[in-house]
Structure formats: structure tokens, C-alpha cells
């Protein structure tokens, strides 16, 4: 017996070193954060529009299977919204001071030290075309949470988003 315990503890070390790069400990930010502008992943096409009004359709990529189509939807030249089958959001963005904001009240042009104040310590960070991207879960999985773009120390984009 004793054996056997030893044996499971060593296979999940050995899963955690082969994962790698796994946080002590996550924000886990609760799922009712990841919201931007009053609208959530998972939300309804129906929802937005009755919201915000009819939408431009910025760019469609047809699938095979018409339910995994990828829709992109525009209000002005600041919010993105994309959806998987043209029923149901996984994607809010925004780049600009334009009145979307967080449930936590966090908008673009904001001093990224907020962050820290509303959620904690960023989950993961990674860098793309010179921004810096602080990321926040829901849970470690890393299918839903809240991204944040920082240039010079500022917010310079939200997205609060679930894995399609």
C-alpha cells in the first residue's frame, strides 16, 4: 500500500515538472468578473443587440460545421466581439476609453496598478507586437478570464473571453 501512495505521488510530481511553468497559485478571478461593457462569454447575440443595437459584421469564416463559423462583430472602431456559430459570445474587446468597462469599474487608459488592486497578482503575462498582456483566470485551466494589453505602465486594451 504504501508502495502504491509513494508511486502516485511520484507520477503527479513528475506531471507537474512536465507541465511546467505552473503558478503557485492563481487569482482565480470569480466568473462573474469576466465581463466588459455589461456583456459576458456565453452571452447571446439576442442580449447584445438588445443592448447595444445591430452590430457591423466585420469578418465571417465559414466551417464545415455552421455551428463552429467565426463570426466578428464591430461597434465603432473600439469593440470587437466574436462569436463561434453566430448565437453565442466568447470574445469582448476593447481598445479604447469608451465606456466598456469591467464589472471591477477597470477601462482602457487606466494605470495598470489597478489591476493589482482589483484581482491580484496576474495568473500569466505574455508579449505580443510590444504590449504586454496580463491575464486572469476563472480557473487554472485557462478557459475563461479577463486579458489586459499594457503599454508604458496604462491599459491600453481589455478582453474578457472563454476558450471556443
Not at 482565480?28 to 457591423?56: C, H, N, Q
Not at 456559430?85 to 476609453?97: F, L, Y
Not at 505602465?153 to 471556443?164: L, N
Amino acid at each position: 500500500m504504501f508502495k502504491k501512495i509513494i508511486a502516485a505521488m511520484m507520477a503527479v510530481g513528475g506531471l507537474t515538472f512536465a507541465m511546467g511553468n505552473i503558478p503557485d497559485s492563481y487569482a482565480l478571478v470569480p466568473a462573474d468578473a469576466v465581463e466588459l461593457g455589461g456583456l459576458r462569454p456565453g452571452y447571446t447575440l439576442e442580449y447584445m443587440k438588445s443592448i447595444y443595437g445591430e452590430p457591423t459584421l466585420e469578418d465571417y469564416k465559414p466551417c464545415n460545421l455552421p455551428a463552429f463559423s467565426k463570426y466578428e462583430y464591430k461597434y465603432g472602431d473600439s469593440v470587437s466581439i466574436i462569436s463561434v456559430g453566430g448565437k453565442i459570445i466568447v470574445d469582448i474587446h476593447t481598445s479604447a476609453d469608451n465606456g466598456w468597462t469591467t464589472p471591477a469599474g477597470i477601462a482602457v487608459g487606466m494605470d495598470k496598478s489597478v489591476l493589482q488592486d482589483a484581482y491580484g497578482k496576474e495568473d500569466d503575462t505574455f508579449q505580443d507586437k510590444g504590449i504586454l498582456y496580463y491575464q486572469y483566470f476563472v480557473h487554472p485551466s485557462r478557459m475563461s478570464g479577463l486579458s489586459f494589453g499594457i503599454k508604458n505602465d496604462k491599459i491600453v486594451s481589455i478582453t474578457a473571453y472563454m476558450d471556443q
